[in-house]
């Protein structure tokens, strides 16, 4: 299905949309790991993990999301 798009709407490259997909893919992978190191971290410490929990669950959104979209594009 492709629709027509105005040429004033700035449509980036293939190329330039698998680049950005790959570093949020990167950057998910590294939010996931930060959240668990400081869940673990502050729950030995006996805090609250509401902010690693948050840190986790955007990283493994972003992570389905472009990962998902990449195995699509190949």
Do not use: D, Q, Y
């Not at 948050?54 to 195995?71: E, P, T, Y």
């Amino acid at each position: 299905m492709n629709l027509p798009v105005p040429n004033f709407v700035p449509v980036p490259s293939t190329e330039t949309m698998m680049t950005i997909s790959i570093m949020l893919l990167i950057v998910g992978i590294c939010l996931v790991c930060l959240g668990a190191t400081f869940h673990f971290l502050r729950k030995r410490k006996g805090m609250k993990t509401t902010i690693p929990w948050i840190s986790i669950c955007v990283g493994i959104l972003l992570m389905a999301n472009h990962g998902i979209k990449l195995l699509f594009n190949l």
